[in-house]
């Protein structure tokens, strides 16, 4: 079993619905919790950095995390063509030396949204 | 642009060569990661660097790899005698502070395709 587990897709919807994209965990260790997009050819873009149990917006989106239940969500409502793209969650391991950490990331979703 | 810089963007070669990569981090970022993402899969964690030295180092990394940052600002990737299983999108990342909890930021990665 991977550390982490998302669901590959690929998914299409049409535009203006809401998108629920999610991953699972295994590692109790995990501190933070990240959604990145990734366009084609592009690097990954943060999307959503969290912390604790709950729920965290940024206007069309909203993350979720439940620790109890080591899952992750992330809500994209009235969805847009421009929102199609790989969507990649993230999680954080503590780095025992430099007091960083470093990600681990599911295999992406790839979402396409359709006018 | 102010974002994490990455060069080249595409690199081409036989197999067996030896490449270099370069990645320049977001100005006064002193954390600096590389990844490796294969085609349908998450990035996965190769190093770590705070400033100038390395303090992560992943098992993916064998010895035909060598990271450096000599003055803590930009880094380079080296892979000596690439084999086919070096194609992969090399992706870099930086963050600031000496504390945890600092997001991750990633420039747009170097394709390497092995021939």
């Known amino acids: 079993q991977k550390e982490v587990e998302q669901d590959p897709g690929p998914l299409s919807v049409p535009e203006g619905a809401i998108v629920s994209l999610n991953c699972t965990y295994s590692n109790s260790a995990f501190q933070y919790f990240m959604w990145y997009r990734q366009y084609s050819r592009k690097g990954p873009e943060l999307l959503m950095y969290t912390y604790s149990s709950g729920n965290k917006e940024d206007g069309r989106f909203t993350a979720q995390v439940d620790k109890s239940s080591k899952y992750i969500s992330l809500f994209i409502r009235d969805s847009q063509p421009s929102d199609s793209a790989t969507y990649l969650c993230a999680m954080s391991l503590r780095i025992t030396q430099g007091g960083s950490e470093k990600l681990v990331f599911g295999k992406g979703t790839k979402l396409t949204v359709n006018p | 642009d102010t974002g994490v810089s990455q060069d080249p963007r595409h690199k081409i070669t036989k197999r067996g060569q030896n490449v270099t990569f370069r990645c320049d981090p977001i100005?006064?970022?002193?954390?600096l990661y590389w990844y490796r993402q294969t085609l349908g899969q998450g990035p996965e964690f190769l190093t770590y660097f705070q400033n100038e030295a390395q303090l992560e180092k992943s098992r993916l990394l064998s010895d035909r790899f060598s990271a450096e940052r000599p003055k803590g600002s930009f880094s380079t990737l080296e892979i000596q005698r690439t084999e086919q299983g070096d194609s992969a999108m090399y992706l870099c990342?930086?963050?600031?502070?000496?504390?945890?909890?600092?997001?991750?930021?990633f420039g747009d990665g170097t394709r390497l395709s092995i021939l």
């Open positions: 100005s006064e970022h002193n954390r």
């Open positions: 990342a930086s963050s600031l502070g000496q504390s945890s909890n600092q997001p991750q930021h």
